[in-house]
């Protein structure tokens, strides 16, 4: 605060400015990772015919965290009762701000043909590869006045749909350290990372990182463990060689 009746405020692209503390346009934060105002998220959401006041309270902490939901509703039509299912997540952009983002579930999974997103057409590998082997694929989107950036793409089965999500970049933090381009642009085409955090209370520590875009959060194993699943793999190996070593000779013997 710099006074006692007006708060400065840092936004994270670093934009300063004022707002008086009795202002109808503040809101107190709930919790740390809050994202979005309630009052904001309440009356983004009712503009989809989606009550807030009505949602679980922590289906509403997840949404302001700026999550994605999944919302499902009867309605009646024709003499039959309609189900609508979107999936809902409030997101924000450096030049258009805050919005809510809406998709809703196709009657049939979508085909290659119909696969689309940011302007760029889905080949039959990237389809494949999403729809059949349920990973995700790194594609570059262009926007209407031509502007090329990365986006990641992933297969949702709840929408019948391909789900777009933002990148990671050399602006993506990880435990407080910058992602380097390398590192960012291998995680987004689905690559295990290993990435050193420099100062930790513990000193460096090593890890071995992915990228989940559906759930938008990193994947991280220390190299202890990453070691134990490789040995442990291995020794699987060596006891199956075994055992397909010993098969022969059992069925010769009978």
Do not use: C
């Amino acid at each position: 605060a710099i006074s006692d009746t007006a708060y400065k405020v840092t936004t994270s692209d670093n934009i300063y400015f004022e707002i008086e503390k009795d202002s109808k346009f503040l809101e107190p934060q709930k919790f740390p990772a809050q994202r979005f105002a309630m009052g904001e998220v309440k009356e983004r959401l009712e503009g989809a015919y989606i009550s807030f006041d009505k949602l679980p309270e922590n289906v509403q902490d997840s949404v302001v965290r700026g999550e994605e939901y999944l919302h499902s509703s009867a309605y009646p039509k024709d003499g039959v009762i309609k189900e609508s299912v979107k999936m809902v997540q409030m997101v924000y952009s450096p030049n258009s701000g805050s919005r809510l983002d809406v998709q809703i579930k196709r009657k049939e999974i979508v085909s290659q043909d119909q696969a689309k997103a940011y302007n760029h057409q889905f080949t039959p590998v990237e389809f494949k590869k999403m729809v059949d082997e349920g990973k995700h694929v790194a594609f570059e989107g262009r926007s209407n006045d031509g502007e090329l950036f990365t986006k990641l793409a992933y297969y949702e089965p709840k929408l019948n749909d391909i789900r777009t999500k933002p990148a990671l970049s050399a602006n993506t933090y990880l435990y407080g350290q910058q992602l380097t381009r390398p590192q960012a642009d291998a995680m987004n085409k689905g690559v295990e990372t290993k990435i050193t955090i420099e100062r930790t209370k513990k000193g460096p520590l090593t890890y071995m990182v992915s990228w989940s875009p559906k759930a938008e959060r990193f994947i991280t194993k220390s190299m202890e463990k990453a070691k134990a699943k490789e040995t442990g793999t291995e020794k699987a190996i060596e006891k199956s060689g075994e055992k397909k070593k010993r098969q022969p000779n059992n069925a010769i013997s009978m």
